[in-house]
Nanobody
């Protein structure tokens, strides 16, 4: 069973940087895309960024392009989300998602809270 554990969320000030981590276990991830989503209070969950495990291709939402960087550590089965120039509108619970391109199965982590004060 695939398990995802996010960490790194905390309270920061606008303009600060923060790095989130998603530790994946319970499977081999070569056929997976690992993504970050976020959900602010009263809003729908939205896509933030993703990386394909095999090719390392990355994808970003327009709202974070140029500020956020997604990367992976193969040895630790961990995906990182480096967030720079944070804005109050980045405040949300950030979730890690793993989706298999072979089976279509999708797994979610429990989320980590990021709060950006103005």
């Amino acid at each position: 069973q695939v398990q995802l554990v996010e960490s790194g969320g905390r309270l920061v000030q606008a303009g600060d940087s923060l790095s989130l981590s998603c530790a994946a276990s319970g499977g081999t991830f070569r056929s997976y895309a690992i993504g970050w989503f976020r959900q602010a209070p009263g809003k729908e969950r939205e896509f933030v960024a993703a990386i394909r495990w095999s090719s390392s291709h990355t994808y970003y939402a327009d709202s974070v392009k140029g500020r956020f960087t997604v990367s992976k550590d193969n040895a630790k089965n961990t995906v990182h989300l480096q967030m720079n120039s944070l804005k109050p509108e980045d405040t949300a619970v950030y979730y890690c998602n793993a989706e298999s391109s072979l089976t279509g199965r999708s797994y979610w982590g429990q989320g980590t809270q990021v709060t950006v004060s103005s």
